[in-house]
């Protein structure tokens, strides 16, 4: 499934991950840490600025009561991914989580907040769900290749091309979902 044509914001999160990525390839990044962070978060702020205009263009803000009542939980939207997508599916029928795309960008959103929260090893709140632990583990050694040693990953220069990739697939995948719900959506 393949949007008629990605969102102006979709547009832009690609190009700028593109270049990142051209930039991390003529540099030959060593790490890799810094390209996934970029990576993810410029697909969160897409992600995010599409649920505003969702917002905004279902009129919700228009109406006092219906406004109040967004801004009351306007935060509460965007603070986990899980809350993201009930949102999306909940008000606006677009069903994100469960697709293949969505599933390989929360391996790298788990691997960007280890490397923010952990130094580049799992957080003890990670660490904490065994179950979840050794999926994550597993996730990010099938989708980037990483290797991990106990709790810390080998982050190398390998991971960053697998990783804005899932990043392009994943803003491809969520801008048909939102276009085949909302054709004449962009923001």
């Known amino acids: 499934m393949r949007p008629r044509s990605l969102s102006s914001s979709g547009e832009e999160a690609i190009r700028r991950i593109s270049a990142l ?4 390839e003529d540099f030959r990044v060593m790490g890799g840490g810094n390209e996934v962070v970029a990576f993810a978060t410029l697909t969160e702020a897409h992600v995010d600025k599409t649920i505003r205009q969702l917002f905004s263009d279902s009129g919700v803000l228009e109406a006092e009561v219906s406004r109040r009542l967004y801004l009351e939980v306007h935060d509460s939207i965007h603070r986990s991914w899980d809350a993201r997508y009930k949102w999306l ?4 029928n677009v069903k994100i989580a469960g697709e293949r795309f969505e599933q390989d960008f929360g391996l790298l959103v788990e691997l960007r907040n ?3 929260h952990g130094n580049g090893s799992l957080t003890s709140l990670q660490a904490s769900r065994v179950p979840q632990m050794f999926s994550i583990r597993a996730g990010l050694r099938r989708a980037l290749g990483l290797e991990s040693h106990g709790r810390s990953f080998l982050l190398n220069g390998a991971i960053v091309v697998p990783a804005a990739k899932i990043c392009r697939d ?8 939102v276009q085949e719900r909302f054709p004449k959506f962009d923001v």
Not at 21 to 24: T, Y
Not at 170 to 177: C, K, P, Q, R, S
């Open 21 to 24: 990525l051209k930039e991390a």
């Open 89 to 92: 599916s909940q008000t606006f």
């Open 114 to 116: 280890s490397i923010i």
């Open 170 to 177: 994943y803003i491809f995948g969520f801008d048909a979902l």
